[in-house]
């Protein structure tokens, strides 16, 4: 006897839980997802409305982005399929995939975001919520990781932190050689603790993990040792960004840089976002840099200015709040998500001899019934 389960497909690749970081840097999870998506009418209008920040236009100012929605509501799926788009080449056999699933419900939607999408790539930087670190820490981070991924040797990320741990390391070589290292010593001596070495080491493997607070710990020592502060040519975000998209090596690889920060909600809930910081970085992002695009998109179960509610920094966020876009995910009709999860066998001779022919009368008249309720019109 034939079972429905024979005559229907389960698209498993979209009712999974995803997670971005994860998922993105593992090729096998990433290119299931990719083939296995077929996006539903909130995701393809939220999809369009970010996927816009890459248009050249003077008048397109809008890219940073807080992508907000209920539970369930498939913020990090999202995430995924445009952490795919943004990276991918758009002949890639994964995104034909894509586009081609777009297709199944939206042709003219995915002929639009195929010719938004144009030629090259973009660097994207998937951030780590789950590590608890502070915004420009996550965004250093995130940055590293996937130059990294991308085997990208020639583009180095001059940051403070390689700065002060260069320092570290060359006084270490002139020590190992036997050289006086007088002001080492006495470095070593302002790093507090009971055994200066334990210390050293812990800070060197903080400033790796581009920590501020290690930057901090190093500043002070090394102003006791030396009597002034070490300066770097970078010595912020705003700063290791601009470098790095003016990077000839950069630029001939890529279009720009696009940052999601999935949960991002979390790091903003927990005061772990400098309101200043965001809003320089939002500002610079309006014009990017020597024409390189730069894209932040962040994702959260409440609006932006709602994580500031009735805290210190409650103004703070209003005023920021003018520097982000907002794009919502509404909760789907339960017979929208079964239509983007379960399609039909029709190529199965069963379904053509038992289903389509012995009940092609009612068939005729729950399509009539759907159509005229509007229950599948995604």
């Known amino acids: 006897m034939t079972k429905i389960f024979d005559l229907v497909n389960f698209h498993t690749a979209y009712g999974d839980q995803v997670r971005l970081l994860d998922y993105y840097y593992n090729d096998n999870e990433n290119r299931d997802h990719m083939r296995g998506y077929v996006p539903i009418r909130s995701h393809r209008e939220a999809f369009i409305s970010l996927a816009q920040a890459q248009l050249p236009s003077k008048e397109n100012k809008e890219k940073v982005f807080m992508l907000t929605g209920s539970y369930g509501t498939g913020k990090s799926h999202l995430c995924l399929m445009l952490a795919n788009y943004f990276s991918s080449k758009p002949t890639d056999l994964e995104m034909t995939a894509f586009f081609d699933n777009w297709a199944k419900r939206d042709r003219t939607g995915s002929e639009k975001i ?57 006084y270490e070589q002139d020590e190992q050689a036997g050289n006086l290292v007088g002001t080492f010593n006495d470095f070593l001596s302002h790093l507090g603790g009971d055994d200066p070495r334990q210390s050293l080491e812990q800070l060197k493997s903080n400033l790796r993990l581009n920590q501020n607070s290690a930057m901090d710990q190093f500043q002070e020592a090394y102003q006791k040792a030396t009597k002034s502060k070490m300066k770097f040519k970078n010595d912020s975000l705003l700063d ?139």
């Open 114 to 170: 195929r010719n938004m999408r144009g030629d090259g790539r973009y660097l994207v930087a998937p951030c780590d919520f789950g590590e608890a670190k502070l915004f420009d820490e996550m965004l250093i981070s995130a940055l590293e990781k996937a130059l990294q991924n991308e085997g990208a040797e020639s583009i180095v990320l001059d940051t403070q932190f390689k700065g002060a741990l260069k320092w570290i390391e060359e």
């Open 240 to 378: 290791i960004l601009k470098d790095l998209l003016a990077n000839h090596d950069f630029q001939k690889r890529y279009k720009g840089l696009v940052f999601l920060a999935d949960e991002f909600g979390y790091a903003l809930s927990e005061g772990r976002v400098s309101m200043s910081i965001f809003q320089g970085f939002a500002e610079m992002s309006k014009d990017g840099i020597d024409g390189m695009q730069l894209i932040f998109i962040g994702t959260g179960h409440r609006r932006f200015e709602a994580y500031g509610a009735n805290t210190p920094l409650q103004m703070d966020f209003r005023v920021v709040r003018d520097r982000v876009t907002e794009v919502s995910l509404e909760s789907e009709e339960l017979e929208q998500i079964i239509a983007a999860l379960v399609s039909p066998k029709t190529e199965n001779t069963t379904w053509q001899d038992e289903v389509i022919k012995k009940n092609s009368w009612l068939l005729t008249k729950m399509a009539g019934d759907a159509k005229r309720m509007k229950i599948f019109d995604i």
